[in-house]
């Protein structure tokens, strides 16, 4: 969003980036002086997140705290014309409405996870589910665990899956509803949602640098959930044969389990990979003491990475990735191939999409107990980097990229929206 908010100020729009409290007090923002940002209370101010039992605490008290505090930044802000909040926080729409403000809807995840989710929360997709092929109309057939977890384990994570299909609660009231995709990576599920709602595409939501470089400064999200090892990183990448790296990360939120890491620590060693792991933390410390250092000359272990400019780096060769749609959508920005091992929430309709649908990637299937095993994971990365598979893959990661960045350009179909949109909020002015 904030990457969004850049866009709107490049063309012209006064735009304020607001936050939750206690979410800004975890988080290293470089704020940029063109926009302006604010916090408003979830009801954990004094603490901050890490000190929350649950999202089953947490999700309730922001949302009988947070319509309140809200609508008291939209009073002390005063002249706005037009609200954009997160899917996630429905209750936004009605704060806009009150203040007879245009809401508009920003989903971060893609539209066919979103087209899942809306036929589940009106009623039009049964769950649990039965059987196991799910259809769903603008959609490629789904098998059931191809569907976001919340769905095919239906009652697991009741908070967060009563989340995801809050979003669509009061949709059909939002002016606008924005997609952070870009039209040709999902047109047949979009131009079907258009029928229902005003839909806009607006991204990919990258840094300018990343993508068409038409906004100079724009060299990174400016938002940081941890320290990145940047130095460390690019400086022993830089030593690394073009596409020789193996690239595996799987995100801010959730790490695999122990007996999955040691699957992959394997597969990397036994293998002769050559790696940079992104590991949150290590139980086993003995499992990767030879890779933290950066001495190793086949990997290099760090907690957190700046992963743009990881996937940006030549010598990367594919991405093994948890299939978070940020992560994904990245990849493919930036044409890299990818072994999907997707974890929960919407990760699993994303692995079905990087292999069968935009073809950029394969997916590595667990075994019985739910582990994907370090020969099959070396099968994957072999078969994306140097397999008969690797070259229609990484002709179609090229082709995405390429797609990716002509709809952020100039006069591309991302851009267009956006002009849309600030034409007619400058009719306000």
């Not at 259809?135 to 569907?147: D, F, G, I, W």
């Not at 009231?173 to 229902?196: G, Q, S």
């Not at 801010?252 to 890491?261: K, L």
Request: aromatic share 10%.
């Amino acid at each position: 969003m904030l990457e969004f908010c850049k866009r709107l100020v490049a063309k012209g729009i006064r735009t304020t980036f607001a936050t939750t409290l206690s979410f800004s007090k975890s988080v290293t923002i470089d704020k940029n002086n063109l926009i302006n940002f604010e916090t408003f209370s979830d009801g954990f101010d004094d603490n901050g997140p890490d000190h929350i039992a649950s999202l089953d605490v947490f999700l309730p008290k922001l949302r009988e705290v947070g319509p309140k505090s809200l609508s008291d930044l939209v009073q002390r802000l005063n002249r706005l014309d037009a609200l954009i909040y997160d899917g996630f926080l429905p209750w936004g729409l009605d704060v806009a409405k009150r203040f007879g403000l245009m809401g508009v809807v920003f989903f971060t995840q893609t539209c066919a996870v979103n087209n899942i989710y809306y036929h589940v929360n009106r009623k039009l997709l049964t769950v649990p589910l039965s059987g196991s092929v799910v259809s769903v109309p603008a959609l490629p057939e789904l098998k059931n665990y191809e569907t976001p977890s919340f769905v095919h384990k239906f009652g697991l994570f009741q908070a967060v899956c009563d989340l995801v299909l809050s979003q669509f609660t009061n949709i059909d009231r939002a002016d606008w509803v924005f997609f952070n995709t870009f039209y040709r990576l999902e047109e047949e599920v979009i131009d079907w949602m258009a029928k229902l709602w005003r839909v806009r595409t607006v991204g990919p939501t990258l840094p300018s640098m990343y993508l068409d470089k038409r906004l100079l400064d724009d060299k990174d999200y400016i938002v940081n959930l941890l320290a990145p090892k940047s130095t460390e990183c690019m400086t022993w990448l830089n030593g690394k044969p073009k596409g020789s790296v193996v690239y595996l990360s799987f995100g801010s939120m959730t790490q695999p389990e122990p007996e999955q890491m040691k699957e992959l620590a394997c597969s990397l060693t036994e293998g002769g990979f050559t790696f940079l792991w992104v590991v949150r933390s290590c139980e086993d410390d003995t499992l990767y003491k030879e890779w933290v250092n950066g001495e190793s000359r086949s990997g290099l272990v760090v907690t957190w990475c700046p992963q743009l400019e990881v996937l940006a780096h030549e010598s990367i060769g594919c991405f093994v990735t948890h299939c978070g749609f940020n992560s994904v959508l990245e990849a493919i920005a930036l044409g890299v191939p990818m072994v999907a091992i997707p974890q929960w929430s919407d990760q699993t309709t994303n692995a079905k999409y990087v292999e069968d649908v935009w073809g950029v990637g394969v997916r590595a299937n667990p075994d019985a107990n739910g582990f994907v095993s370090r020969q099959v994971l070396d099968s994957c990365i072999r078969e994306v980097m140097e397999g008969d598979r690797s070259v229609e893959i990484k002709k179609n990661a090229i082709k995405w990229k390429d797609l990716a960045r002509e709809a952020v350009g100039e006069g591309g179909s991302s851009d267009k929206n956006i002009d849309e949109f600030v034409a007619e909020l400058k009719l306000k002015f």
